[in-house]
């Protein structure tokens, strides 16, 4: 037999539960907007190989290119907010970008069947980073507007 004192407690870890979870969420999106931080403060750069000879072989290390990482991290933080925000406030800001970015692809792609040799992809990868980051100042304003990260949820 369980006592009252009992079912009390167990209560209480349910919704200790959920805010854990919820508060974990919150943290993992606190987590992203850090990356992306530390990602854009510091000088964006092409990926590129290094080479260290360890001894009688060579090891070679990919270093990641910022750009892309910068892009790929906003990309998820709209991806996680999605469900958060509905469609009505996230998907029209993304649907604007997604459109620049799919116009930017066709005139690589052009550019790069035409074998245009004034094709820059650095310049590419740029106006990509560009896109990025209006969508990340949309997201964050979002999340300002919202007071998302500020508020608590209630259970029970």
């Known amino acids: ?10 209560e ?18 606190m987590d992203l907007l850090e990356a992306i931080i530390k990602i854009s403060s510091q000088e964006y750069r092409g990926g590129y190989w290094t080479e260290k000879i360890v001894g009688q072989s060579i090891e070679r ?18 991806d996680l907010l999605l469900p958060h925000f509905k469609e009505e406030k996230i ?8 459109k620049e970015f799919e116009k930017l692809e066709d005139e690589k792609i052009k550019k790069v069947q035409d074998g245009d040799k004034d094709y820059d992809a650095v310049l590419y990868s740029i106006k990509q980073l560009k896109l990025m980051q209006q ?21 029970g």
């Open 1 to 10: 037999m369980v006592s009252l004192d009992q079912d009390q407690t167990k």
């Open 12 to 29: 209480k870890n349910i919704k200790m539960d959920y805010q854990k979870d919820e508060r974990s969420f919150r943290g993992l999106i």
């Open 61 to 78: 290390t990919y270093i990641n290119d910022t750009r892309k990482q910068y892009i790929q991290s906003v990309q998820t933080l709209k």
């Open 91 to 98: 998907v029209p800001i993304y649907n604007k970008i997604q």
């Open 135 to 155: 969508l990340f100042r949309e997201l964050n304003n979002l999340l300002h507007n919202s007071q998302y990260l500020k508020k608590r949820m209630e259970f």
